[in-house]
């Protein structure tokens, strides 16, 4: 190989960028469903000739670490029946190396004079693909039969000619037909776009040349993690978790995670994890990894390259038929939930060793309400990935109106959720007095608050932590728990926070979904008394809670301000009884 100039190799890593965000940005653009074009829960990736991640697209890092158990799987299973203008279309976790049948993969491949010179791969979640309830998040699917269509990987376009019978069977098995093809019209736009960015890049460099330095980005990027991993202590670091289970009587889903270091390579193993259950949140391997790569990402200080080189120095291991390595027939509809904990677990098992760059637990990823049904004639699903925010860092508060690390998606608008659907959104905010009281704050709750206006709906709902809410660190308090409720009526009910049994709605009925917040960082006796002042005067914080859960005394009726005095004897108070 010809040697290397490191110029050149950041031109061609950003190059390989560049490539990947055009996609997600055309994929976002010309999507259908709110789901994709508004909440972004799709990604997109840029691959070499075996398969193996160049680059990735700025959205979801829980679907790509598992782009190459996919292209593997895609890549023996054609062999050599792989050519020019072909299109391939995969959605199971059995039979695809999929993550859960919402997700849909759409891969082309790359050619420049006959020669497969990389891969342009996408993967988006899609609004409804069939089963049980609308939007195909069936927390009471028993099997993975119940949960939708299932796809293995099969040629949507053959030599540049779409198989009408394949787009017909897809239409046909889905309540939302015109969103699933026009969402999967969208990724092959963006692949498109890869190819043609993939061969100019080529035809101006030549194809030797560009994969050389793909090569060696992956080399590179290997270099760089087991660098950043010698900086961690050697040692098995462990942590415990828990997904508060299905339905009205749950029985917790237990974690275990041991993270093994030794010098520099790093493993993570789930032995002592719960066996995969009866219900939507068991995941494939390949997404466990992908939650595996992506805690370990956000812990590394360096610009490390999004490309497959960092995988290598990372083993991940799983008992077979747990609820993080799954075999047929589990059903993975909500597998989301589950790769959130996994990121969870291996921050919160690192937190002792490198507490300046870890948080406090937080929400665990997005609550996912779907509200499905018929209006005007017409079969509606409205589906989101609802986001809330962060636990407390040692050197600031928790972040509010954010996404959770794994899934960089944003909470679709309320205009566009009212003009599309017969939905009305009475409240949307932060909910005061929810974030963990510690030294740094964790972040407050969100609520959402819906009015069903249509005729008869269904209600599912993936959400946790009510059992065990988000724990604090150094000292900070836990976080708050989900609320649930629906009002019919004079009536209110209570929801599970895994809704295993589908709500069914009536016009004027109100759904109330408050989010869990952040755990606290640090004694909430040494925080900063101005800064409960702040949060008082903002609303965040009742006076009440600043005086139980900080001991700072606000003083003034129509202008809060601090009681210094009182303060100052409040806490010396709870420290003497402490």
Same mark, same amino acid.
């Given at each position: 190989?010809?040697?290397?100039?490191?110029?050149?190799?950041?031109?061609?890593?950003?190059?390989?960028?560049?490539?990947?965000?055009?996609?997600?940005?055309?994929?976002?653009?010309?999507?259908?469903?709110?789901?994709?074009?508004?909440?972004?829960?799709?990604?997109?990736?840029?691959?070499?000739?075996?398969?193996?991640?160049? +680059? %990735?697209?700025?959205?979801?890092?829980?679907?790509?670490?598992?782009?190459?158990?996919? $292209?593997?799987?895609?890549?023996?299973?054609?062999?050599?029946?792989?050519?020019?203008?072909?299109?391939?279309?995969?959605?199971?976790?059995?039979? +695809?190396?999929?993550?859960?049948?919402? &997700?849909?993969?759409?891969?082309?491949?790359?050619? =420049?004079?006959?020669?497969?010179? /990389?891969?342009?791969?996408?993967?988006?979640?899609?609004?409804?693909?069939?089963?049980?309830?609308?939007?195909?998040?069936?927390?009471?699917?028993?099997?993975?039969?119940?949960?939708?269509?299932?796809?293995?990987?099969?040629?949507?376009?053959?030599?540049?000619?779409?198989?009408?019978?394949?787009?017909?069977?897809?239409? =046909?098995?889905?309540?939302?037909?015109? %969103? =699933?093809?026009? &969402?999967?019209?969208? %990724?092959?736009?963006?692949?498109? +776009?890869?190819?043609?960015?993939?061969?100019?890049?080529?035809?101006?460099?030549?194809?030797?040349?560009?994969?050389?330095?793909?090569?060696?980005?992956?080399?590179?990027?290997?270099?760089?993690?087991?660098?950043?991993?010698?900086?961690?202590?050697?040692?098995?670091?462990?942590?415990?978790?828990?997904?508060?289970?299905?339905?009205?009587?749950? !029985?917790?889903?237990?974690?275990?995670?041991?993270?093994?270091?030794?010098?520099?390579?790093?493993?993570?193993?789930?032995?002592?994890?719960?066996?995969?259950?009866?219900?939507?949140?068991?995941?494939?391997?390949?997404?466990?990894?992908?939650?595996?790569?992506?805690?370990?990402?956000?812990?590394?200080?360096?610009?490390?390259?999004?490309?497959?080189?960092?995988?290598?120095?990372?083993?991940?291991?799983?008992?077979?038929?747990?609820?993080?390595?799954?075999?047929?027939?589990?059903?993975?509809?909500?597998?989301?939930?589950?790769?959130?904990?996994?990121?969870?677990?291996?921050?919160?098992?690192?937190?002792?060793?490198?507490?300046?760059?870890?948080?406090?637990?937080?929400?665990?990823?997005?609550?996912?309400?779907?509200?499905?049904?018929?209006?005007?004639?017409?079969?509606?699903?409205?589906?989101?990935?609802? $986001?809330?925010?962060?636990?407390?860092?040692?050197?600031?508060?928790?972040?509010?109106?954010?996404?959770? $690390?794994?899934?960089? %998606?944003?909470?679709?608008?309320? !205009?566009?959720?009212?003009?599309?659907?017969?939905?009305?959104?009475?409240?949307?905010?932060?909910?005061?007095?929810?974030? /963990?009281?510690?030294?740094?704050?964790?972040?407050?709750?969100?609520?959402?608050?819906?009015?069903?206006?249509?005729?008869?709906?269904?209600?599912?709902?993936?959400?946790?932590?009510?059992?065990?809410?988000?724990?604090?660190?150094?000292?900070?308090?836990?976080?708050?728990?989900?609320?649930?409720?629906?009002?019919?009526?004079?009536?209110?009910?209570?929801?599970?926070?895994?809704?295993?049994?589908?709500?069914?709605?009536?016009?004027?009925?109100?759904?109330?979904?408050?989010?869990?917040?952040?755990?606290?960082?640090?004694?909430?006796?040494?925080?900063?008394?101005? =800064?409960?002042?702040?949060?008082?005067?903002?609303?965040?914080?009742?006076?009440?809670?600043?005086?139980?859960?900080?001991?700072?005394?606000?003083?003034? !009726?129509?202008?809060?301000?601090?009681?210094?005095?009182?303060?100052?004897?409040?806490?010396?108070?709870?420290?003497? $009884?402490?």
């Amino acid at each position: 190989m010809r040697d290397i100039d490191p110029i050149r190799l950041e031109v061609m890593k950003n190059a390989f960028d560049t490539i990947a965000d055009e996609m997600a940005l055309i994929l976002m653009r010309a999507a259908h469903s709110p789901i994709v074009r508004d909440s972004m829960d799709f990604s997109t990736a840029l691959c070499d000739p075996e398969g193996q991640t160049l +680059a %990735q697209g700025v959205t979801t890092p829980m679907h790509l670490g598992s782009f190459y158990d996919a $292209m593997r799987h895609l890549i023996v299973r054609y062999a050599d029946d792989v050519h020019d203008g072909d299109t391939f279309i995969g959605n199971d976790p059995y039979a +695809a190396a999929g993550q859960h049948l919402p &997700d849909f993969y759409i891969v082309q491949p790359i050619f =420049l004079d006959g020669r497969l010179v /990389g891969w342009a791969t996408t993967v988006a979640h899609h609004a409804d693909v069939g089963g049980i309830v609308p939007g195909s998040n069936a927390l009471g699917a028993t099997e993975i039969i119940q949960e939708g269509i299932r796809v293995p990987f099969l040629k949507l376009e053959e030599r540049g000619r779409p198989d009408a019978k394949l787009w017909e069977i897809l239409r =046909l098995n889905v309540r939302v037909p015109d %969103q =699933l093809t026009g &969402d999967l019209n969208a %990724q092959i736009a963006a692949c498109a +776009a890869a190819r043609r960015g993939l061969t100019e890049l080529m035809t101006r460099y030549s194809v030797e040349e560009v994969l050389a330095y793909a090569e060696e980005l992956h080399d590179y990027t290997e270099r760089l993690t087991r660098a950043e991993i010698r900086e961690i202590p050697d040692g098995t670091y462990r942590f415990t978790d828990h997904i508060d289970g299905l339905g009205e009587n749950p !029985e917790p889903i237990v974690f275990e995670v041991a993270v093994t270091v030794a010098g520099d390579a790093i493993t993570i193993d789930w032995a002592g994890t719960s066996a995969q259950v009866e219900g939507g949140v068991n995941t494939p391997l390949p997404f466990t990894k992908a939650g595996v790569y992506t805690a370990l990402r956000s812990i590394m200080g360096s610009e490390l390259p999004n490309c497959h080189g960092f995988t290598r120095a990372v083993t991940v291991t799983a008992p077979l038929g747990t609820v993080v390595n799954a075999v047929y027939p589990a059903p993975t509809g909500a597998r989301g939930i589950t790769g959130y904990r996994i990121i969870d677990c291996v921050i919160a098992a690192l937190a002792p060793v490198l507490p300046d760059r870890v948080t406090a637990d937080g929400p665990g990823g997005a609550s996912v309400p779907a509200i499905g049904g018929w209006h005007d004639g017409r079969p509606f699903v409205f589906s989101e990935t609802l $986001m809330g925010c962060w636990g407390a860092a040692r050197g600031h508060d928790g972040q509010e109106g954010v996404p959770h $690390m794994g899934a960089n %998606q944003a909470n679709v608008p309320v !205009e566009l959720i009212e003009a599309n659907f017969p939905i009305r959104v009475r409240r949307y905010g932060i909910a005061p007095d929810t974030g /963990g009281p510690g030294r740094q704050r964790g972040g407050h709750a969100l609520l959402r608050e819906y009015e069903f206006l249509g005729e008869t709906g269904i209600l599912t709902l993936r959400s946790d932590k009510r059992d065990f809410p988000p724990h604090g660190l150094d000292g900070g308090q836990a976080g708050s728990g989900p609320v649930n409720r629906v009002l019919s009526g004079t009536t209110e009910r209570i929801l599970p926070v895994l809704v295993t049994v589908p709500v069914r709605l009536r016009r004027g009925d109100v759904f109330l979904h408050v989010t869990p917040s952040g755990g606290g960082w640090g004694d909430p006796l040494t925080r900063d008394p101005a =800064l409960v002042l702040r949060d008082v005067i903002e609303e965040k914080v009742s006076r009440a809670a600043a005086e139980a859960q900080y001991g700072v005394v606000i003083a003034g !009726e129509d202008r809060p301000c601090l009681d210094p005095a009182a303060t100052e004897a409040l806490r010396r108070e709870r420290l003497r $009884m402490a």
